[in-house]
């Protein structure tokens, strides 16, 4: 079955459940020592279970659906080459109380067709079978989170050491039990690990392939069955690391993304500029320099600031790290509910798998502290409309601010909103609000609120401001305000 049919669940060996003694299970037919693996469990008395099979599973019956004069004619041929159709893994066939024995017709078709045939024994309930492989599904679950989370721990370990691109190379071809190598920006190995193997020419040309396509991830297969995988790291110079395995196991491709990712901040354009540079900007700021006095010892005269949220908790400064190297910065803060990366404004951040982004206007270094605060509020909206990114101020319109006077605009703002002054709580709901349409629900989840409180923190600023806030112009009014403070 193609791995995209497959459900993404990791695979239990076929002999792994016949192994288990209290299920007292015997395979009759089908290919015997085989690779089979399963992938579920699933009971259908249908004549045909085509359509109610996702591929892998073990399909589970007790022959219901068998007619008396179903052994006569192409009844089972019919019925196995449809499980096999379907992907259906193996078949167990339950002994009581509908047939004293398996079918031999249906023996035959499956040794015909090559389908591993299960007989189920009447004191196995099929409700057993089915959770003996959820079981052995869990423990292969966890042994393979152990794997990954053990490789992440030396690739690590290995990238700290005084040789890190080497030592990176060494543990991930140690973890994969195949060859591990570095491509520089014209495709010339600069390093590798592991043992090399025929599969290093076609291993080139995959590098090759994927760096004319502009891809971030490529993969193939010998005809020796050698698994190839290539991902472009994420430093925007050109640097690939190529993988060959004479076997794909469950976890291989995140192990291999973190040693890329790894890779990547050894690698990339941040980590050419010594890490003097930075160290020096963060005192600097410490003793009281201002940013833009700082800011040349980082590059780059104008700067964005993201703010990203996960879209499934985490507190892995792997993970960040990986986020800054996709955005082209080393410059990370990771907080424990969001990731703030300072990225030179000639680097668009575009959309990462896995993160919600909110990014600041284009700033001056003076200006930092006003786009970590746009950046927080684009993130806001970003999280309340469910989109990738937002961006502040992203229509490239002119806006009517352009048509007032900023010492004027202000003025006018604090005035207007004086009545809110003292409950910066309020000002924001209402600014949130107004962003989003006036939304109950997306203003709640902008703020992890309940949409109770945005309704009565809204009827709040409408009392305090003697405002209708239903009017439009007064929703121009105050949006205006709120853009200046």
């Known amino acids: 079955m193609p791995d995209s049919v497959l459900p993404p669940t990791p695979p239990v060996p076929l002999a792994a459940l016949l192994a288990r003694e209290e299920l007292a299970l015997r395979q009759i037919a089908g290919p015997v020592g085989a690779d089979t693996v399963l992938h579920g469990a699933h009971?259908?008395?249908?004549?045909?279970?085509?359509?109610?099979?996702?591929?892998?599973?073990?399909?589970?019956?007790?022959?219901?659906?068998?007619?008396?004069?179903?052994?006569?004619?192409?009844?089972?041929?019919?019925?196995?080459?449809?499980?096999?159709?379907?992907?259906?893994?193996?078949?167990?066939?339950?002994?009581?109380?509908?047939?004293?024995?398996?079918?031999?017709?249906?023996?035959?078709?499956?040794?015909?067709?090559?389908?591993?045939?299960?007989?189920?024994?009447?004191?196995?309930?099929?409700?057993?079978?089915?959770?003996?492989?959820?079981?052995?599904?869990?423990?292969?679950?966890?042994?393979?989170?152990?794997?990954?989370?053990?490789?992440?721990?030396?690739?690590?370990?290995?990238?700290?050491?005084?040789?890190?691109?080497?030592?990176?190379?060494?543990?991930?071809?140690?973890?994969?039990?195949?060859?591990?190598?570095?491509?520089?920006?014209?495709?010339?190995?600069?390093?590798?690990?592991?043992?090399?193997?025929?599969?290093?020419?076609?291993?080139?040309?995959?590098?090759?392939?994927?760096?004319?396509?502009?891809?971030?991830?490529?993969?193939?297969?010998?005809?020796?069955?050698?698994?190839?995988?290539?991902?472009?790291?994420?430093?925007?110079?050109?640097?690939?690391?190529?993988?060959?395995?004479?076997?794909?196991?469950?976890?291989?491709?995140?192990?291999?993304?973190?040693?890329?990712?790894?890779?990547?901040?050894?690698?990339?354009?941040?980590?050419?500029?010594?890490?003097?540079d930075r160290s020096s900007a963060l005192v600097r700021l410490l003793l009281g320099a201002p940013p833009e006095d700082v800011a040349p010892l980082l590059g780059g005269d104008r700067w964005v600031v993201v703010h990203a949220a996960p879209d499934t908790p985490v507190s892995d400064p792997v993970a960040a790290s990986a986020l800054g190297a996709g955005l082209g910065s080393a410059l990370i803060d990771l907080a424990p509910?969001?990731?703030?990366?300072?990225?030179?404004?000639?680097?668009?951040?575009?959309?990462?798998?896995?993160?919600?982004?909110?990014?600041?206007?284009?700033?001056?270094?003076?200006?930092?502290?006003?786009?970590?605060?746009?950046?927080?509020?684009?993130?806001?909206r970003a999280r309340a409309t469910r989109a990738p990114v937002v961006r502040h101020g992203a229509s490239g319109r002119p806006g009517l601010a352009e048509l007032v006077p900023r010492e004027e605009a202000e003025a006018h703002a604090r005035t207007l909103l004086a009545p809110l002054a003292a409950s910066p709580a309020l000002a924001e709901t209402l600014r949130t609000w107004l962003s989003l349409h006036g939304s109950w629900d997306r203003t709640a989840v902008a703020l992890a609120v309940h949409r109770n409180t945005v309704r009565q923190r809204i009827a709040r600023c409408a009392a305090l401001l003697d405002a209708d806030l239903d009017d439009p112009d007064v929703r121009m009014e105050l949006w205006f305000g709120l853009r200046q403070l």
């Open 43 to 276: 009971t259908s008395e249908m004549a045909d279970p085509y359509p109610y099979l996702l591929g892998g599973e073990l399909l589970l019956t007790a022959g219901v659906h068998i007619a008396e004069a179903a052994g006569s004619g192409t009844y089972f041929d019919d019925y196995v080459s449809r499980i096999l159709a379907a992907g259906g893994a193996a078949l167990g066939f339950g002994v009581a109380p509908v047939h004293d024995t398996v079918p031999r017709a249906l023996v035959a078709a499956c040794d015909h067709y090559g389908l591993p045939l299960i007989e189920v024994p009447p004191r196995t309930t099929f409700a057993a079978v089915a959770r003996a492989v959820w079981d052995l599904m869990e423990r292969a679950r966890t042994a393979g989170l152990r794997r990954v989370t053990e490789a992440q721990q030396s690739l690590a370990a290995a990238a700290s050491r005084p040789d890190p691109v080497p030592s990176v190379l060494r543990q991930l071809s140690r973890r994969l039990d195949g060859r591990a190598v570095l491509f520089g920006p014209e495709g010339a190995e600069i390093a590798a690990a592991g043992t090399a193997t025929e599969a290093e020419v076609p291993l080139s040309a995959l590098v090759r392939r994927l760096t004319a396509r502009g891809s971030a991830t490529a993969s193939d297969t010998t005809p020796s069955g050698t698994h190839l995988a290539a991902y472009a790291l994420g430093t925007g110079q050109g640097f690939v690391l190529g993988v060959a395995a004479p076997h794909r196991d469950p976890g291989d491709h995140t192990i291999a993304s973190v040693a890329s990712v790894l890779l990547s901040l050894l690698t990339g354009e941040h980590q050419s500029r010594t890490g003097a």
């Open 337 to 380: 509910e969001v990731v703030r990366v300072l990225v030179p404004a000639d680097r668009e951040p575009a959309p990462q798998a896995g993160w919600t982004l909110g990014v600041s206007a284009p700033v001056a270094p003076q200006d930092w502290s006003a786009a970590d605060t746009q950046a927080a509020r684009a993130l806001a």
